[in-house]
């Protein structure tokens, strides 16, 4: 009996400690993305003439649920996540052509993908303070970007040979702070610098328009951890 008891006593006493070092939970929040993009991107029309175009970002809402998990080494700990988001953005632009001059559209950019940051750093009681890499994989894309561009270059018509030419996965850095509250609750704020940029411009009518478009993140989540 008294052995009996001893070896439920020692499972329990693995289990808290099990719990101690190893949490998982589910998450979610939301993001502002802030996209950076050349300045002009310069397209060659049907009749052969340059045409700039001069660009500037607004900031739009994104959102972000799914797993992590926090790993507890003493005062370090590790935090990884795997997370389905969207990102957005919109993107002025102005036609600064002879016969174009100071047209603006809005063009909307939503990307669909998975996040998978790992976070490691140090904890202060509840409080902790980490950085770490992030990696991105897109799973669908849709861009009005390209269909403006592909209108200036067939001479505002439409040409259904464009395309944005997005990587499939690229890569990036966050630091941040975040809280756990009565050990259940965890709250996250990040940011997030771009490292590699989301593609290698577009084609449009065969011709490679080139531009570098990294996105930096603000980013806002909320868990629970089980």
């Known amino acids: 009996m008294k052995k009996l008891l001893f070896l439920f006593a020692l499972i329990g006493t693995i289990s808290a400690a099990n719990a101690q070092f190893l949490k998982f939970g589910l998450r979610g929040g939301v993001s502002s993305t802030q996209l950076k993009v050349d300045d002009v991107v310069k397209v060659i029309n049907e009749n052969n003439q340059e045409v700039a175009l001069e660009l500037a970002t607004n900031t739009p809402l994104g959102f972000h649920f799914g797993g992590f998990a926090q790993i507890s080494l003493g005062g370090i700990f590790i935090q990884p996540e795997f997370l389905f988001a969207t990102t957005g953005s919109e993107i002025k632009i102005t036609n600064t052509g002879a016969a174009y001059d100071n ?51 067939a001479n505002n018509g439409q040409s259904n040979t464009s395309e944005t030419l997005f990587k499939t996965a690229v890569w990036g850095a ?26 290698d411009g577009m084609k449009v009518k065969g011709q490679d328009i080139n531009f570098n478009q990294r996105s930096n993140q603000v980013i806002f989540s909320v868990g629970y951890m089980f």
């Open 103 to 153: 047209i603006t559209r809005e063009a909307k950019q939503r990307n669909f993908r998975i996040d998978i940051p790992v976070l490691v750093g140090m904890k202060f009681g509840p409080a902790r303070l980490g950085i770490g890499p992030v990696a991105s994989f897109n799973l669908l894309n849709k861009d009005e970007f390209s269909d403006i561009v592909s209108e200036v270059a």
């Open 174 to 199: 966050q630091v941040g702070a975040g809280l756990n509250i009565f050990g259940k609750i965890a709250l996250d704020v990040k940011y997030e610098f771009g490292l590699s940029k989301l593609g």
